[in-house]
């Protein structure tokens, strides 16, 4: 098959893709008219006059938009296939885009991972809020297994072609150098819930690259790790893009977990100190690799506790033998927190959750409409872990203390927070910032040694 007919090929897929999109599109927009139908005012005004006819054209009606073949189903799976279709593509032609120039594997990779990205950009932004859209228009009537595969079918689709990317992407072992964010994030305020952690990542976001440590000069002392998620796309210099998210849900050794160990050894973190680690996104995951790695987490120090927020991490252990304890936040209107759906977890495929010892996944469901919004963690996440944002209005702080308050009322969430309390005692704390990056500059200054604990 020459190159010529394969670029043909590879276009009559892509047009195929569109059609099934485009007809996806039409079934919801049918089911949502359907849906209309079925509470049209003539219809009920008819009621009193025939109830059993009405009740039973009603459900004629949810059967054909939501039943087990119906038009939400049908829809449902198109869409799937549109997407499947289109990352099938992209994957045909990264394969290609290696063969063409073999005397260049790390270059051709890096050149493929770009193209990857560009090309699965728009049907990854189009599907992720078409999920929404879908959400929107069954809301409690599709079947719970079938809204289970529409919440997920995308993450799969995903994951499966940033793992094509991370096999085959070059990255370098990460370095760390102390910076000043202008103005300064968060602070030195000391921390009273779980939530204030996760608003000083949230802050960090402002400051691309960096991460912070945070120093607790208690009677226990101890320090706190704030770990931000994918802040540029798809390449930059720093490991907190869409490469390192994809790597890190792969290795567990990539330039943002070799970064963190040399930004404990310039805060002067001494060895064995203990040490929490706080995550949103991509850093929840590379603080599970952290907490999962011997020689980090029981060795360069103790990783006493973990928070995650968005973070696919249901594959993720700590390290055998280590005492971490783990609290992750899962929104279900979240795609992020699907994108782990299509491995081995550490939870069985039915029934409830196996309890791992020292580990809480506290589930909510907060849906935005917006798939940036389910999962951002200062306005999705925080909030129910305590901490509101500071233009919340009386109204948004009320909704965000009642979920709160259910937060801290689970049992393995209200252990948590107990062991936890020596980073949330209220005492005196100082903060320290370091910009990342996935190479240190040319002429960078050796960080020194970590020195050894009391």
């Given at each position: 098959?020459?190159?010529?007919?394969?670029?043909?090929?590879?276009?009559?897929?892509?047009?195929?893709?569109?059609?099934?999109?485009?007809?996806?599109?039409?079934?919801?927009?049918?089911?949502?008219?359907?849906?209309?139908?079925?509470?049209?005012?003539?219809?009920?005004?008819?009621?009193?006059?025939?109830?059993?006819?009405?009740?039973?054209?009603?459900?004629?009606?949810?059967?054909?938009?939501?039943?087990?073949?119906?038009l939400l189903a049908s829809a449902a799976l198109l869409g799937?296939?549109?997407?499947?279709?289109?990352?099938?593509?992209?994957?045909?032609?990264?394969?290609?885009?290696?063969?063409?120039?073999?005397?260049?594997?790390?270059?051709?990779?890096?050149?493929?991972?770009?193209?990857?990205?560009?090309?699965?950009?728009?049907?990854?932004?189009?599907?992720?809020?078409?999920?929404?859209?879908?959400?929107?228009?069954?809301?409690?009537?599709?079947?719970?297994?079938?809204?289970?595969?529409?919440?997920?079918?995308?993450?799969?689709?995903?994951?499966?072609?940033?793992?094509?990317?991370?096999?085959?992407?070059?990255?370098?072992?990460?370095?760390?150098?102390?910076?000043?964010?202008?103005?300064?994030?968060?602070?030195?305020?000391?921390?009273?819930?779980?939530?204030?952690?996760?608003?000083?990542?949230?802050?960090?976001?402002?400051?691309?690259?960096?991460?912070?440590?945070?120093?607790?000069?208690?009677?226990?002392?101890?320090?706190?790790?704030?770990?931000?998620?994918?802040?540029?796309?798809?390449?930059?210099?720093?490991?907190?893009?869409?490469?390192?998210?994809?790597?890190?849900?792969?290795?567990?050794?990539?330039?943002?977990?070799?970064?963190?160990?040399?930004?404990?050894?310039?805060?002067?973190?001494?060895?064995?100190?203990?040490?929490?680690?706080?995550?949103?996104?991509?850093?929840?995951?590379?603080?599970?690799?952290?907490?999962?790695?011997?020689?980090?987490?029981?060795?360069?120090?103790?990783?006493?506790?973990?928070?995650?927020?968005?973070?696919?991490i249901s594959t993720k252990p700590v390290a055998p033998g280590?005492?971490?304890?783990?609290?992750?936040?899962?929104?279900?209107?979240?795609?992020?927190?699907?994108?782990?759906?299509?491995?081995?977890?550490?939870?069985?495929?039915?029934?409830?959750?196996?309890?791992?010892?020292?580990?809480?996944?506290?589930?909510?469901?907060?849906?935005?409409?917006?798939?940036?919004?389910?999962?951002?963690?200062?306005?999705?996440?925080?909030?129910?872990?305590?901490?509101?944002?500071p233009s919340a209005t009386a109204s948004e702080r009320a909704?965000?203390?009642?979920?709160?308050?259910?937060?801290?009322?689970?049992?393995?969430?209200?252990?948590?927070?107990?062991?936890?309390?020596?980073?949330?005692?209220?005492?005196?704390?100082?903060?320290?910032?370091?910009?990342?990056?996935?190479?240190?500059?040319?002429?960078?200054?050796?960080?020194?040694?970590?020195?050894?604990?009391?």
């Open positions: 098959m020459t190159g010529e007919e394969l670029v043909v090929q590879l276009d009559e897929l892509t047009r195929l893709g569109h059609q099934l999109t485009g007809a996806a599109t039409e079934l919801f927009r049918l089911a949502g008219q359907a849906q209309q139908a079925a509470v049209e005012p003539a219809l009920l005004a008819a009621t009193p006059l025939d109830p059993i006819g009405v009740v039973r054209t009603v459900a004629e009606i949810e059967v054909a938009v939501a039943g087990p073949h119906g799937v296939d549109a997407t499947t279709l289109a990352a099938a593509v992209v994957e045909y032609a990264a394969a290609d885009a290696l063969k063409a120039v073999p005397g260049e594997a790390v270059s051709a990779a890096a050149r493929l991972a770009d193209v990857t990205v560009a090309a699965v950009a728009p049907y990854a932004e189009d599907g992720l809020r078409r999920v929404d859209r879908w959400r929107l228009i069954h809301q409690d009537h599709l079947p719970p297994p079938l809204a289970d595969a529409v919440a997920t079918a995308h993450g799969i689709v995903l994951a499966t072609v940033v793992r094509e990317v991370a096999a085959v992407l070059p990255e370098g072992p990460g370095s760390a150098a102390p910076t000043q964010p202008s103005p300064p994030a968060a602070g030195d305020v000391p921390a009273a819930t779980v939530g204030d952690y996760l608003r000083r990542v949230d802050e960090l976001y402002a400051h691309p690259g960096c991460v912070g440590i945070v120093t607790i000069s208690g009677p226990q002392p101890g320090y706190v790790v704030l770990l931000p998620g994918v802040e540029g796309s798809p390449s930059k210099p720093y490991p907190q893009d869409l490469y390192g998210a994809a790597l890190a849900a792969e290795r567990r050794d990539t330039a943002y977990s070799g970064a963190v160990h040399e930004a404990l050894d310039a805060a002067g973190v001494p060895v064995g100190a203990a040490v929490m680690l706080v995550g949103h996104s991509q850093g929840g995951i590379v603080a599970m690799n952290l907490a999962g790695d011997g020689r980090f987490n029981g060795t360069r120090c103790r990783v006493t506790h973990v928070l995650t927020a968005g973070s696919p280590a005492a971490t304890r783990v609290l992750s936040l899962e929104n279900r209107s979240d795609i992020v927190t699907h994108l782990d759906v299509d491995r081995p977890t550490l939870r069985p495929p039915s029934g409830p959750p196996k309890v791992e010892r020292g580990r809480t996944v506290y589930t909510f469901n907060r849906q935005t409409w917006d798939v940036i919004g389910n999962h951002d963690v200062g306005g999705t996440y925080a909030p129910v872990a305590g901490s509101a944002p909704a965000a203390a009642a979920a709160n308050e259910r937060f801290r009322a689970d049992p393995g969430v209200a252990s948590y927070l107990d062991s936890a309390q020596p980073y949330l005692d209220g005492s005196p704390v100082s903060s320290r910032y370091f910009q990342l990056r996935d190479r240190a500059p040319a002429g960078a200054p050796a960080v020194p040694a970590p020195r050894s604990g009391d």
